[in-house]
């Protein structure tokens, strides 16, 4: 038995025909049945029922097949991780960001590593969270960035969480509902409400909070991966834009957007994760990564706190009541 043998028992099982995975494997489809043959012979036991032109694993097949997998698995982490320790931080790493995080992240990280590392090869791929899932699963991609609440657990995936960021309404300045604030779900659906895909844990706190109608599949309408074309459609309209706050930083410090309080209190986070595969090892500059998003989210944190205060100080100096 040899790790050749293996390789070709998994690319049959996943191309389904001898074949297509001989074609697969540079390989002439006798050589690969041959191939087969001799690790049937050695474990002494069949591993594919040849029913016509059907192939279908044995019961002992598929637990051979199993062991194969993790074999072959380890056998090209071994040689990545040795080929990664010799590039160091000269290397590659290819990051997909569903929209939300794209939004938060991309352009410092992009920055990040032309003026710190300009030696790493980066590669930003933006996209819906599942069709990044699986790129990452076909090890088309390192990691994914992605709302924590969006990826659903698996054995196969490892979520790093980062810290939350606070999320609620923001509207236009003078927009008509800043005067009725805190308002009600009922208010709110007067105007266009305007939002990326939500998570079902954002949804069911919507419901919860405000009812049936609140919703996203009855309230929002205008919808769009753009992050940052919301939030401009909701500076120039009366359209509502439900989002992160730390997203909207810079309009937010212009005055251009500002947050709209609801009856009651939303009191909602966003929280983005990390995603890799589990048992992968880790290019070295994804720790670089992983450092940069903790930073920016502490920055993002602290510019916010900064644009609350004038408001708080605000209110603290209004005349009492006879005085």
Known sequence: MNLQQLRHLVALHDTGSFSRAAEQLHLTQPALSRSIQLLEEELGVALIDRIGKRNEFTAFGKAVLAR???????TEELKRSALLLQEGLTGSLRVGMAPGAAALFMRHTLKSFATQYPKIRLHVA??????????????QLDAVVADARAVAPSEELVLEPLPDMPAGCLCRAGHPLLAQQPVRIEALMRYPVAAPNLSLEIARIFVERHGPAAHPDQLVTLRCDSVSTLLQVAAETDAICLGIYAAALEPLA???LVPLALAPSLEASARYGVV???GRTAPPALDLLRGMLADEIERVQ??????????????????????
């Open 126 to 139: 933006q996209g819906a969270t599942e069709p990044l899932l699986e790129q990452l699963g076909r090890k």
């Open 254 to 256: 212009r005055g251009e």
């Open 68 to 74: 194969a997998r993790r074999v072959v698995f380890e």
């Open 276 to 278: 890799c595969l589990a």
């Open 302 to 323: 602290g510019e916010l706190l900064r644009l609350q205060k004038p408001t708080q100080q605000g209110r603290s100096r209004r005349p009492r009541r006879g005085a």
